[in-house]
């Protein structure tokens, strides 16, 4: 199983991207899929998570702003990634995992299934 990252890029503070990710495979075998983002010397961070039947989960720092869909169609999952900070800057990754639930929540829980990342810059 391969996942493909596209859709990184230098954009101006403000601006937005929409971030890609496409399966080799049929997308619905993964009880969840993900985005994660680094930066140089920081551990990996979970930004955006989508289960199998769309519930969906962000990290504090992009609520409002980000938004993860999914189109099995495909076999692709997407992040729209709006009003864009300098602090947005990494390389960001995604992930094929599951969903822990508990009191109606999900815990996102990574596999090994990375995509090879892509870089998004947010800089003037």
């Known amino acids: 199983v391969q996942l493909q990252a596209s859709g990184g890029g230098l954009v101006p503070p403000g601006g937005s991207l929409k971030l890609s990710c496409t399966a080799s495979t049929n997308i619905l075998r993964f009880n969840a899929v993900s985005w994660f983002r680094q930066v140089p010397g920081l551990q990996r961070e979970l930004v955006a998570a989508i289960t199998s039947d769309r519930h969906?989960?962000?990290?504090?720092?992009?609520?409002?702003?980000?938004?993860?869909?999914?189109?099995?169609?495909?076999?692709t999952v997407y992040l729209q990634m709006n009003s864009l900070k300098p602090e947005d800057t990494a390389v960001y990754y995604c992930n094929a995992g599951n969903p822990h639930w508990s009191s109606g929540s999900f815990t996102y829980i990574p596999s090994s299934t990375w995509g090879q990342g892509t870089q998004v810059t947010v800089s003037s």
């Open 56 to 75: 969906t989960k962000y990290v504090d720092s992009v609520k409002g702003r980000f938004g993860i869909s999914r189109d099995n169609a495909i076999n």
